[in-house]
């Protein structure tokens, strides 16, 4: 078990419970990261995951209902509510926070939205960063493809395979 299974298992964060990732995320993600960013927050889990993993990283995360989110008052973390597929409102919140080391897409896990997030988020990646989506599903592996086939500046991509119909992929940007 690595050391962000550990971490996510006991936030009870679902990249390790439900779905696995935390080991694929172990071998992409550099601990040194700077600035992490999660679009889906919900109850936090995933917040508070990055949080303990990345050391020196600020944490921020988008949800349009955080409802259910408690902050425990670490200024790590910053949540920002707003409707992440709103390019106006997001382009605001994307200048403040300048180049990011990690992006997760964790929100709808629908195809379009998907695309239109990773097409709205890459040019925010820091060369060297990694962009990742949760639950792709097989049935939208062609338009996620052709979406990266389309970005600048990729070095690689993987779609690892995690349970029924669901992946995660990611991708890498060049330095
Ligand atoms: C799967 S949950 C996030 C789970 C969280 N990352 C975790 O691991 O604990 C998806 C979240 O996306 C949010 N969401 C749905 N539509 C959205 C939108 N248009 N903009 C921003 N967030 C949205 C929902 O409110 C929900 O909290």
């Not at 696995?20 to 995951?49: C, D, H, K, M």
């Not at 929100?107 to 990742?132: I, T």
């Amino acid at each position: 078990m690595t050391e962000l299974c550990e971490i996510a298992t006991k936030r009870r964060a679902d990249k390790a419970t439900t779905w696995g990732y935390t080991p694929i995320y172990f071998e992409w993600l550099n601990r040194g990261a700077q600035t992490v960013l999660e679009i889906g927050v919900y109850g936090g889990a995933s917040l508070f995951t990055w949080r303990d993993f990345f050391p020196e990283a600020k944490i921020y995360g988008v949800d349009i209902d955080m409802h259910y989110f408690e902050p425990d008052g670490d200024a790590r973390i910053k949540t920002i509510t707003c409707d992440a597929y709103n390019r106006d409102v997001m382009a605001p919140h994307l200048a403040e926070i300048g180049p990011i080391d990690f992006i997760v897409d964790d929100c709808v896990h629908m195809k379009d939205e998907q695309v239109e997030l990773l097409n709205q988020l890459w040019p925010s990646v820091r060369p060297g960063g990694v962009y990742a989506i949760e639950e792709t599903l097989t049935g939208s592996r062609n338009a996620i493809m052709a979406a990266i086939n389309g970005l600048p500046d990729v070095r690689r991509y993987m779609c690892w395979f995690a349970q029924d119909v669901y992946w995660l992929t990611l991708i890498e940007r060049r330095r």
